[in-house]
C-alpha cells in the first residue's frame, strides 16, 4: 500500500456501497480495462475464478483435454478439472521459462490423433515474463483451438509493446496478496468479445435470470469482487508503473551483486517484450557449493522467507498420471531455482541482508 487506497476504501464506506456491486467495482474494472487495453473486464473473488469462468464459456467440458504449462501455480490448472476437463501439461524452453510452442504443436496434435477434442490452451506467463503468444496463436488459430492466458503474475508486463495477456481470445489476472498489485484478493478476466464477458458476469453473481424474483436456468457461482476490495485496487493501479520500475530495479541489483559468482544465474528476459520481474529467480549450477535448499534454509535462519521455483505440476501428486509432453526443463528449474525476495518496498539494507547469506552459503 502506497497510494490512495485508504480513501477510496473510504468513499466505499460512506456511500454505503459495501455489498458486491458498486462505483469504485465500476470504475476499477473500467481502468483496468484501459490499462490492458481489453474491451471489456469482469472483477471477480480471485484468478482461479476468473480461470473458472474463462474456460466455461470457451466450450469447456467433460471429455475435452485442457493443455497447460507445467511450470506455474496449481490455480492456473485446477479449473479445468471443475468442469470435468483432463489435462495434458507442456514443458517450458529455457530462453524464456514458458510454454514450448513446439513442444504444444507436439501434444495438441497428439491428442487430436487420438481422437480426443482440445478444448483449449492455457499457458502461464510465469514469474511475470510474458509466454510468446503470437508462437503459441500460429499453433491454436488453424486448429480451432482457444487461447485462455493465464497472465496472473505478468500485470504490468509487456509483449510486443501489448500489455501482458493481449494475445489470447481471453486473459485472466490475479491481485492476491503476494502479486505486484493487491486488492488483498481478487482477479480479473478480461476480453474483447462483450457478450463473453457480460455471460460471465452473469455466471459470477449465481446465473440469476432477468426476472422480478429469483429464478434460475443454469447453475452459476458466487466470484464476484466486492466494491470495497476493488476500492483497493483503484488505489492500487496508479502506483503499478513504479512497483514494476523497482521490482526491475531489484533484479538488477541482485545480478550485479552476484555477478562474480559463475555458479549463480538468473531468469533470462525474453526478446520480444519487457518483464514485470515480479519475482527475481535465481538458479544454482549443479557444482555450486550449496543447494537451492541449504540457501533457503540459511536465508529462512536469518527470518528471510525465500521460495522455491514452482514444482512442475506433472510431479505433483494430485495430477499422478496426467501425461507432459517434455518435461526435463521445467524439473531441471525446479531443483536448481530460488525465489529471492523481490517486495517492491525492500530497501537497499534488506537487498544487502538477502546478499550476505546467498555470498555465505554461495562462494
Excluded at 468513499?11 to 483496468?32: D, K, M, T, Y
Excluded at 478439472?81 to 514443458?91: R, S
Excluded at 481470445?169 to 486488492?183: C, E, L, P
Excluded at 529462512?300 to 506433472?314: C, D, Q
Amino acid at each position: 500500500m502506497g497510494g490512495r487506497e485508504l480513501d477510496f476504501v473510504k468513499e466505499a464506506f460512506a456511500s454505503n456501497f459495501i455489498a458486491p456491486v458498486g462505483p469504485q467495482l465500476s470504475r476499477f474494472e473500467r481502468e483496468f480495462a484501459e490499462l490492458t487495453g481489453f474491451a471489456h473486464c469482469l472483477a471477480v473473488s480471485g484468478g482461479t475464478a476468473a480461470l473458472h469462468l474463462g474456460l466455461r464459456l470457451l466450450g469447456v467440458g467433460p471429455g475435452d483435454v485442457v493443455v497447460a504449462s507445467t511450470l506455474t501455480f496449481i490455480g492456473s490448472v485446477s479449473p479445468a478439472t471443475f468442469l470435468g476437463a483432463d489435462l495434458h501439461f507442456v514443458d517450458c524452453d529455457r530462453a524464456t521459462w514458458n510454454m514450448d510452442p513446439a513442444l504444444l504443436a507436439e501434444a495438441v496434435d497428439s491428442i487430436r490423433a487420438s481422437g480426443r477434442r482440445v478444448g483449449a490452451v492455457v499457458p502461464t506467463d510465469l514469474y511475470g515474463q510474458c509466454a510468446n503468444y503470437d508462437a503459441l496463436r500460429a499453433v491454436c488459430e488453424p486448429r480451432g483451438i482457444p487461447l485462455l492466458i493465464d497472465a496472473a503474475e505478468s500485470v504490468g508486463a509487456s509483449y510486443k509493446g501489448r500489455h501482458a495477456g493481449r494475445g489470447g481470445d481471453a486473459a485472466v489476472y490475479s491481485f492476491n496478496g503476494n502479486k505486484i498489485i493487491t486488492t488483498s484478493g481478487g482477479g480479473m478476466l478480461a476480453s474483447d468479445d462483450e457478450a463473453f464477458i457480460r455471460e460471465a458476469r452473469r455466471l459470477s453473481q449465481q446465473a440469476r435470470d432477468d426476472a422480478p424474483h429469483y429464478q434460475h436456468s443454469t447453475i452459476g457461482y458466487n466470484y464476484r469482487m466486492s466494491n470495497v476490495v476493488a476500492a483497493i485496487g483503484l488505489g492500487q493501479l496508479p502506483l503499478l508503473d513504479s512497483f514494476v520500475k523497482r521490482r526491475r530495479e531489484i533484479f538488477s541489483w541482485y545480478v550485479e551483486a552476484f555477478a562474480d559468482i559463475p555458479t549463480i544465474s538468473f531468469m533470462p528476459e525474453a526478446d520480444y517484450g519487457r518483464a514485470n520481474r515480479w519475482l527475481t529467480v535465481m538458479l544454482l549450477d549443479k557444482n555450486a557449493s550449496a543447494t537451492p535448499e541449504e540457501v533457503r534454509l540459511a536465508l529462512e535462519a536469518e527470518n528471510i522467507e525465500s521460495r522455491p521455483v514452482w514444482k512442475p505440476m506433472h510431479l505433483q501428486p494430485v495430477f499422478e498420471g496426467v501425461p507432459v509432453t517434455g518435461g526435463a526443463v521445467a524439473e531441471d528449474l525446479f531443483n536448481r531455482g530460488l525465489c529471492l525476495p523481490s517486495g517492491s518496498g525492500m530497501s537497499e539494507d534488506d537487498l544487502e541482508r538477502v546478499s550476505a547469506v546467498v555470498r555465505d552459503m554461495v562462494r
